[in-house]
């Protein structure tokens, strides 16, 4: 046998294993293309400011009975295209955007328009003066467009006696776990989260304190909130342009009051999770939607 012949065997044979290499790797890629069409769908979304009607990026996270099964982003040109799961015919999408609050929205065939809601800019003003033993003082809270459920915190100077609100229900400040225990209610133990960037070391894992789970969603203040408090209101309220959250303080002073005295008033506003539940703070423990807004009545 010459050594042409047997070349030509061995290059043969090398062209029909390199042959059937790309067959199969063909056909695997088919397969699995034609599996992901079969079990996907093409979807688009874009989101746009309800104000100005014009397109926003934004951080999107897509949900399905409280499962993630996608994260995104929309861009500032027109409609972005993802794959989404063939068989969830409802997508729940919730837009995460730190100029815009996050609204659940349901969304049902192959394309979607997700709507935002600027978040407003707080102000206040009040009526009344701190200059006798007792009195009433009359805040006005107002917004350049929407702030949702706003709650509000007092701290008050050594000379007040007490600060009352007849319109909203005070809530219970328990914290410590000792106190949380012994009024019947749930402490939720310190927990610590720890990502992909914390894994490999390149963050440090976010350490969500201990606190008491008063009714379970609505914590004051939040655990974020490090000044001195002595009384906490949740509202419940979402203040527009045209509907302002209004309440009266009542108090009581010592006929030492002076015009050093105080009346620190906090307010709050609320975001949603992806549970669609409104909530004071993120996950992670920081201030969401509008900054809290410091105010001093004197």
């Not at 008063?214 to 309220?237: A, E, G, H, W």
Request: charge should be negative.
């Amino acid at each position: 046998m010459n050594k042409k012949f047997i070349l030509f065997i061995v290059l043969f044979f090398i062209v029909l294993v390199f042959a059937g290499v790309l067959i199969y790797i063909f056909k695997f890629k088919t397969s699995e293309t034609d599996n992901i069409s079969l079990n996907t769908r093409e979807f688009l979304i874009k989101a746009k400011d309800v104000t100005t009607n014009k397109l926003v990026v934004t951080n999107f996270t897509i949900m399905s009975n409280g499962s993630k099964i996608f994260e995104g982003i929309t861009n500032s040109d027109g409609y972005e295209k993802i794959l989404v799961p063939n068989d969830i015919q409802m997508l729940e999408i919730f837009s995460q955007n730190n100029n815009y609050y996050t609204d659940f929205q349901g969304k049902i065939g192959n394309s979607g328009e997700l709507d935002l809601r600027p978040i407003g800019n707080i102000s206040v003003v009040h009526v009344g003066k701190l200059n006798s033993t007792q009195g009433n003082i009359r805040v006005y809270v107002d917004t350049s467009y929407e702030n949702r459920e706003l709650s509000f915190c007092l701290a008050w100077s050594q000379s007040i006696i007490k600060v009352e609100n007849n319109i909203y229900s005070e809530t219970i400040l328990l914290n410590t776990e000792y106190d949380c225990k012994i009024n019947n209610k749930n402490w939720i133990k310190e927990e610590k989260i720890c990502g992909f960037w914390c894994d490999i070391g390149f963050k440090d894992e976010i350490i969500i304190n201990g606190y008491c789970d008063v009714n379970q969603t609505k914590i004051l203040p939040p655990t974020f909130f490090t000044s001195r408090i002595d009384k906490c209101y949740y509202s419940k309220k979402t203040i527009t342009r045209d509907d302002s959250l209004i309440f009266d303080l009542e108090y009581s002073a010592y006929n030492t009051i002076s015009e050093r005295d105080f009346i620190e008033l906090y307010i709050f506003d609320s975001n949603k999770d992806l549970n669609n539940i409104y909530q004071f703070e993120s996950r992670e423990g920081k201030d969401w939607g509008a900054n809290t807004i410091k105010y001093t009545i004197k």
